[in-house]
């Protein structure tokens, strides 16, 4: 980063963490919001059959997503016809499987890691997408990349309040919850389930930001002017 004569990051709180941490100087950096590939994450309609409100998520189970509280919140919904699909595979998903063990959860179903293409059909049969809930300083600096991948998939998000994700987003785009509370996420999962109005107005609100914000068309366009700006 100090021999760069630009540095990226995907929000302001990674910024101010960096220049901070390495000593470098804020003039520096340039946020760039992560977006995500809409010629992959678009709008799909697939009808489901079994009637259960589905809660996914994907990740690598990396500390800053907070899977455990994933987990945890789906043992408070065991009796309200919820199911959670947990995706991937990574650093700490065997700790997620013995705490599932542990407290017996029976609606959440661990899938393993898969492919894009496949990824956006088992997204597609959510009824709500989850972004992050660890209980770390990178959570609350982080906006993930599942949350615009899910965004521009025109689906509702439940994510941590956290400043990073007020850069871009708001309680009229998202259900924000607490970060690591698992009642928080819970209530926030219920309360989507029981306002159907409620859940299609985040997911279009939160669709038609990353449409404005978060496209590669967009961000290549910010980009290339930061670029052009550098070598003149």
């Known amino acids: 980063m100090k021999l760069a004569d ?21 003039e520096k950096f340039k946020r760039i919001f992560t977006g995500a590939e809409d010629n992959i ?3 799909l309609s697939i009808r489901k059959s079994d009637g259960q409100f589905i809660v996914s998520f994907h990740g690598t189970f990396i500390p800053v997503q907070g899977v455990e509280y994933i987990v945890k919140a789906a043992k408070l919904l065991e009796s309200q016809n919820i199911k959670f ?6 650093q700490e998903k065997n700790k997620a499987l013995d705490l599932a063990n542990q407290i017996a959860v029976k609606n959440v179903e661990f899938l ?14 959510a009824d709500v997408c989850l972004g992050i809930f660890g209980d770390t300083p990178r959570t609350q600096r982080s906006i993930p990349l599942k949350v615009y991948e899910c965004t ?6 439940i994510t941590a ?3 990073a994700i007020r850069e871009l987003f708001n309680e009229r785009d998202m259900m924000l919850v607490k970060a690591a509370d698992p009642q928080s996420l819970a209530d926030g ?7 159907p109005d409620l859940l299609a107005k985040l997911a279009s609100n939160g669709y ?7 496209t590669p068309q967009v961000l290549g366009g910010e980009l290339k002017k930061i670029i052009m700006e550098l070598i003149r």
Do not use: W
């Open 6 to 26: 630009v540095v990226f990051c995907g929000t302001e709180q990674d910024i101010n963490y960096s220049s901070q941490e390495f000593h470098i100087k804020k």
């Open 189 to 195: 999962i219920l309360k989507l389930k029981n306002n």
């Open 161 to 163: 309040d956290t400043p």
């Open 152 to 157: 521009a998939m025109k689906k509702p998000i």
């Open 85 to 90: 699909l947990i995706i991937g595979r990574g």
């Open 208 to 214: 038609n930001k990353f449409i404005k914000f978060a």
């Open 112 to 125: 393993d890691f898969m492919p894009k293409e496949q990824l956006i059909l088992e997204t597609a049969k």
């Open 41 to 43: 994450f678009h709008p």
